[in-house]
């Protein structure tokens, strides 16, 4: 009977593993989103007491007693355990693992024969998706200050498949904090709970930004597969999948694999926006507009015909001969930009002619029009105004891929600094995934 009741306390005990606490905080931003996972804290049930595992082998030895005394003993150990300073009582490894120790200690303890594939286990990623909210709309959903559409005043926008961390619920409405917006949307243009976990792995963007300075993409996930491509810090890269210890990412070459060392992984989704936040940006996109077309302009003027002699001399025409009155500023861009196909591709290179790397031909190439940009394909993502997907894109307009970025032309091409052995070329524009568009004029 006694050793009866040890192995179902055994069993009990290895697989009943409750998941304690979750303290999740998701930040998004359309830029940059990084979401803290949760994690969890293990506790093993026995029965209805909680027991920990360096205390259970004193128990189990306690056991030995007459069964009328053993059951109180288990109790009495128990609580003993409980109020230990030397015993530890709440373990919080990540709540994805379960360590081939800890199940080692179960087994040695009680002399249960345990599987680690025996033991459930929570997936932190999918309970932190599940407290999402995903809104699901053509254009977007008013974030309101109350769960009424007549009463409520629009706080913000919660645009089509951003994201905000439920809070609760109140009669069909989902109270929801994302970015710096908190309010109410209507739950009918929303989905949350198990339903979000699916269309979050699509919505949400796992990136992977360099954190060293020149970056190393191998063709496999060892240093002694060969080298694919070369990518500067603070570059954003595309996870494609997690491996132990490396990420496979897309570059330009292709996919290849870089290591966890030199990399910050995060999950990108898009935030609300509040009315405050609506409003600067939409001022700040016509000031940076109005900026560009002036120097431009400036830079037309001040070459006048001087600039169309010279260019005689030379292979190349000057930015301001693609300038007219009846071509806008994006076209004269593209323009300036596809005299240079056939230039090499040089890394870190910033020159037009003799060499420049992706972000450095888009760069220098907008340079020419009196505008300065960031030498970072990751940074050129946030430059400019957002322009909603390749179908609405203008000449001029900046593409940005994993690793990548170039310069619309129209009719669905792109101009890029391509690689080593292309160089400078034209290209279809969704020859890679997009990942987003940027307009400058």
Same mark, same amino acid.
């Given at each position: 009977?006694?050793?009866?009741?040890?192995?179902?306390?055994?069993?009990?005990?290895?697989?009943?593993?409750?998941?304690?606490?979750?303290?999740?905080?998701?930040?998004?931003?359309?830029?940059?989103?990084?979401?803290?996972?949760?994690?969890?804290?293990?506790?093993?049930?026995?029965?209805?007491?909680?027991?920990?595992?360096?205390?259970?082998?004193?128990?189990?030895?306690?056991?030995?007693?007459?069964?009328?005394?053993?059951?109180?003993?288990?109790?009495?150990?128990?609580?003993?355990?409980?109020?230990?300073?030397?015993?530890?009582?709440?373990?919080?490894?990540?709540?994805?693992?379960?360590?081939?120790?800890?199940?080692?200690?179960?087994?040695?303890?009680?002399?249960?024969?345990?599987?680690?594939?025996?033991?459930?286990?929570?997936?932190?990623?999918?309970?932190?998706?599940?407290?999402?909210?995903?809104?699901?709309?053509?254009?977007?959903?008013?974030?309101?200050? %109350?769960?009424?559409?007549?009463?409520?005043? +629009? $706080?913000?926008?919660?645009? *089509?498949?951003? #994201?905000?961390?439920? &809070? =609760? @619920?109140?009669?069909?409405?989902?109270?929801?904090?994302?970015?710096?917006?908190?309010?109410?949307?209507?739950?009918?243009?929303?989905?949350?709970?198990?339903?979000?976990?699916?269309?979050?792995?699509?919505?949400?963007?796992?990136?992977?930004?360099?954190?060293?300075?020149?970056?190393?993409?191998?063709?496999?996930?060892?240093?002694?597969?060969?080298?694919?491509? %070369?990518?500067?810090?603070?570059?954003?890269? +595309? $996870?494609?999948?997690?491996? *132990?210890?490396? #990420?496979?990412?897309? &570059? =330009? @070459?292709?996919?290849?694999?870089?290591?966890?060392?030199?990399?910050?992984?995060?999950?990108?989704?898009?935030?609300?926006?509040?009315?405050?936040?609506?409003?600067?940006?939409?001022?700040?996109?016509?000031?940076?507009?109005?900026?560009?077309?002036?120097?431009?302009?400036?830079?037309?003027?001040?070459?006048?015909?001087?600039?169309?002699?010279?260019?005689?001399?030379?292979?190349?025409?000057?930015?301001?001969?693609?300038?007219?009155?009846?071509?806008?500023?994006?076209?004269?861009?593209?323009?300036?930009?596809?005299?240079?196909?056939?230039?090499?591709?040089?890394?870190?290179?910033?020159?037009?002619?003799?060499?420049?790397?992706?972000?450095?031909?888009?760069?220098?190439?907008?340079?020419?029009?009196?505008?300065?940009?960031?030498?970072?394909?990751?940074?050129?993502?946030?430059?400019?105004?957002?322009?909603?997907?390749?179908?609405?894109?203008?000449?001029?307009?900046?593409?940005?891929?994993?690793?990548?970025?170039?310069?619309?032309?129209?009719?669905?091409?792109?101009?890029?600094?391509?690689?080593?052995?292309?160089?400078?070329?034209?290209?279809?524009?969704?020859?890679?995934?997009?990942?987003?568009?940027?307009?400058?004029?």
């Amino acid at each position: 009977m006694n050793k009866a009741f040890m192995r179902f306390a055994a069993l009990s005990m290895a697989t009943a593993v409750t998941f304690t606490t979750f303290d999740i905080d998701a930040y998004a931003s359309s830029n940059k989103v990084t979401s803290v996972l949760p994690q969890a804290g293990f506790t093993y049930a026995l029965g209805s007491n909680q027991v920990s595992l360096s205390g259970l082998q004193e128990t189990m030895e306690t056991e030995k007693a007459e069964s009328e005394e053993a059951t109180a003993s288990v109790s009495k150990s128990t609580a003993e355990v409980a109020e230990s300073d030397s015993t530890v009582t709440n373990v919080t490894p990540l709540a994805s693992t379960l360590t081939d120790s800890i199940l080692s200690d179960i087994q040695s303890a009680t002399g249960a024969a345990v599987k680690k594939e025996d033991v459930e286990e929570v997936d932190p990623e999918e309970e932190m998706f599940k407290t999402l909210v995903i809104a699901q709309v053509n254009n977007y959903v008013n974030v309101r200050d %109350l769960p009424d559409e007549q009463e409520g005043e +629009v $706080v913000g926008k919660l645009y *089509d498949k951003s #994201v905000g961390t439920f &809070i =609760e @619920e109140d009669n069909g409405w989902y109270k929801i904090k994302s970015g710096s917006v908190e309010g109410y949307v209507k739950g009918e243009y929303c989905v949350t709970g198990d339903d979000a976990v699916e269309l979050a792995r699509k919505v949400g963007t796992r990136i992977a930004t360099v954190t060293t300075t020149t970056l190393k993409v191998r063709g496999g996930p060892s240093l002694d597969a060969e080298v694919l491509g %070369l990518v500067p810090i603070e570059d954003q890269l +595309v $996870v494609e999948e997690e491996l *132990d210890g490396w #990420v496979k990412v897309s &570059i =330009e @070459e292709g996919d290849g694999y870089v290591s966890l060392d030199y990399v910050e992984l995060s999950t990108e989704f898009v935030k609300a926006e509040s009315k405050a936040e609506e409003e600067a940006r939409l001022a700040k996109e016509r000031a940076a507009r109005e900026a560009a077309q002036k120097a431009a302009a400036d830079a037309a003027a001040k070459s006048g015909k001087s600039s169309s002699k010279s260019s005689k001399s030379s292979s190349y025409n000057d930015a301001s001969s693609y300038t007219t009155e009846s071509s806008s500023i994006g076209s004269a861009v593209a323009q300036f930009a596809l005299q240079f196909v056939g230039n090499p591709y040089v890394y870190g290179g910033t020159s037009l002619t003799n060499g420049a790397d992706c972000s450095g031909f888009v760069m220098s190439v907008y340079n020419n029009f009196g505008v300065s940009l960031p030498h970072s394909s990751g940074a050129d993502r946030s430059v400019g105004a957002a322009v909603d997907g390749i179908s609405n894109a203008q000449p001029g307009d900046i593409v940005c891929y994993s690793g990548h970025v170039a310069i619309y032309i129209g009719n669905g091409q792109i101009v890029h600094a391509s690689t080593a052995k292309t160089g400078i070329k034209v290209s279809d524009a969704g020859y890679r995934s997009i990942l987003a568009v940027r307009r400058i004029f």
